[in-house]
């Protein structure tokens, strides 16, 4: 049962452009919400959050929208830049963190 | 670079054996994650630990065990070891309260362990 889903496991994006990664979620009782990212050979690296009482946070060119009515999330990088390739995780929390199966974003110069 | 440290860095093994994997938390940070990512796979979590005591409890084996040490190093026990368990091992921290709420996580490099 894959409470947290990201549908799209692979995007590419040009240079310069928006970056837009979707994540969905079922778990209603998820309060807090976590973007990751994460390059060959190395952890996750935490990139964004946002809470539950929430639907916008920004941090530079980093933005995560949160619509809870749909039980939606996205990651919005604007302009992308070449060091933005790598794969994307979207989590959710309640007591633990659940994570979705990630996306990997090419920027393309 | 996260502060979270893990051993060793890869691992090869064979079905049937055991292994430790070990993590040393970022300073201060009093919760230890363990997570499992297979092929293709999201991390899928394991176990917490929060200052020596077991917090919550995710998709671990019976297999698989965990303990925190006084200094808040962790360490993760897999044993009877099956193809199926090779996959990458990432350790985490956090500075949470104490309290049930997951605050931002810092992940480890991973160990990869390879079962043949």
């Known amino acids: 049962d894959q409470q947290v889903k990201q549908n799209s496991p692979s995007l590419s994006v040009q240079e310069g452009r928006i970056s837009i990664l979707n994540c969905d979620y079922t778990n209603s009782m998820f309060d807090y919400f976590l973007w990751y990212k994460k390059y060959p050979a190395e952890g996750p690296t935490f990139l964004i959050s946002?809470?539950?009482?929430?639907d916008k946070n920004e941090d530079g060119r980093f933005t995560v929208f949160l619509n809870k009515s749909a039980k939606h999330l996205s990651l919005h990088i604007v302009p992308s830049q070449p060091g933005d390739s790598a794969v994307y995780f979207c989590a959710a929390a309640d007591e633990k963190l659940t994570f979705g199966t990630g996306t990997r974003l090419t920027i393309i110069p | 670079d996260s502060g979270v440290t893990q051993t060793p860095k890869h691992l090869i093994t064979a079905t049937g054996q055991r292994v430790t994997l070990r993590c040393s938390p970022r300073?201060?940070?009093?919760?230890v994650y363990w997570y499992q990512q297979s092929l293709d796979q999201g991390l899928q979590f394991l176990i917490q630990?929060?200052?020596?005591?077991?917090?919550a409890k995710g998709n671990i084996l019976e297999r698989f065990s965990a303990q925190q040490f006084p200094d808040l190093h962790s360490e993760l026990n897999l044993s009877s070891l099956e193809l199926g368990d090779s996959a990458l091992y990432f350790c985490?921290?956090?500075?949470?309260?104490?309290?049930?709420?997951?605050?931002?996580?810092?992940f480890g490099p991973g160990t990869r362990l390879t079962v043949t």
């Open positions: 946002i809470s539950s009482i929430k």
């Open positions: 630990y929060y200052n020596g005591e077991e917090r």
């Open positions: 300073s201060g940070d009093l919760s």
């Open positions: 985490a921290s956090s500075r949470d309260t104490g309290g049930l709420t997951v605050y931002e996580q810092y």
